[in-house]
């Protein structure tokens, strides 16, 4: 996939962009399409964090790692830093060769179809578990 992506394709297709450059730009679009992903991921992790915090809130308190309010000022700092990352990998191009728009264009529609692809998957495991098992017998299993 990588020689196809770096050498073959640019190489072969006629896109009016040299293919060192071609290279060039499908390397940025790919790596700025993973971090997004990436940001999005830690977004969900910073997420889940105060849910859990808040749902298991009885067991957090008898084994108190930290107070409260340092796991929330966590998560909302992690929220924001996540947030600025997406903000700033979508305000501009990490390559001139590429307009705003198409920058734009190529990350958002990666990322969007990453993450409906990562949906996807999670829900079809989701319908296949057998629910029928306890989490003891698939520890024993996975580690057995």
């Not at 990352?85 to 060769?97: D, E």
Request: proline residues 3%; contains cysteine; glycine residues 8%.
């Amino acid at each position: 996939l990588t020689a196809v992506a770096f050498i073959i394709a640019p190489y072969s297709l006629s896109t009016g962009f040299k293919p060192s450059d071609l290279s060039t730009i499908v390397y940025d679009i790919l790596q700025a399409a993973v971090t997004v992903i990436w940001c999005v991921s830690m977004v969900i992790l910073f997420v889940d964090v105060i849910i859990i915090r808040y749902k298991y809130h009885e067991t957090f308190t008898r084994r108190r790692l930290a107070p409260d309010w340092v796991f929330y000022l966590c998560s909302a700092l992690g929220l924001l830093a996540s947030g600025f990352g997406v903000w700033v990998i979508f305000t501009g191009p990490w390559t001139p060769l590429l307009s705003n728009g198409l920058w734009v264009t190529w990350i958002g529609g990666i990322s969007v179809v990453s993450l409906i692809i990562g949906a996807v998957l999670f829900f079809v495991g989701q319908a296949t578990i057998k629910s029928d098992v306890t989490d003891e017998e698939i520890i024993n299993q996975a580690t057995g």
